[in-house]
């Protein structure tokens, strides 16, 4: 089923006044929970990609871009965030990921995603996560760099500075368990 057709029924069943995408997160947050995350999917591998022109400092550069984008973005966001379901929206951004998808605002929020999974969830960092978080967040900013020369104000710099606490925190707690190894042995 494609997301339009999807996105309809909700509205159809919610009756919303707001059509906006945060207002249907909202409802589905609400009343459906994660029960129509086969459906997203499903309909991600068919949402139609486009490469669309950003125009960034002084060139044109192409991005490749969900129609649906906004909407899964607020969702996967939604799910990470609101309810904790980070396994879902881990699912969501990978799915869009794998589609062809590379704005800067999806690999952020998927890096970002990570990261909060490992700080919040599990209170341990898990090295392949963080390297795919770092891969992301990176290319995010990379892609910031190239749109505007006030890169550092957009939220990939932002969540570089807090990758970069996570880091040394893993690094700190590493070294530590070394000194008690050494200090106990």
Request: net charge negative.
């Amino acid at each position: 089923m494609k997301l339009n057709e999807i996105l309809e029924k909700i509205l159809t069943e919610a009756r919303l006044d707001d059509r906006s995408d945060i207002a249907i997160v909202k409802w589905i947050i609400k009343n459906r929970g994660k029960e129509d995350l086969p459906l997203y999917l499903s309909a991600i591998q068919e949402d139609e990609l486009r490469t669309v022109p950003h125009q960034g400092t002084g060139k044109q550069i192409l991005v490749n871009q969900l129609e649906h984008s906004g909407f899964i973005i607020i969702l996967a966001n939604s799910y990470a965030n609101a309810k904790g379901w980070f396994k879902e929206a881990i699912e969501l951004f990978e799915a869009m990921k794998a589609r062809g998808c590379n704005e800067s605002t999806m690999l952020n929020d998927y890096g970002a995603a990570l990261l909060n999974q490992m700080m919040i969830a599990e209170r341990k960092v898990d090295k392949n996560r963080l390297d795919l978080a770092r891969k992301l967040i990176f290319e995010a900013f990379e892609f910031d760099q190239k749109v505007s020369k006030d890169s550092y104000i957009y939220p990939a710099y932002k969540n570089l500075c807090y990758l970069r606490d996570i880091e040394d925190k893993h690094f700190w707690n590493m070294s530590e368990i070394i000194i008690l190894q050494i200090t106990t042995s």
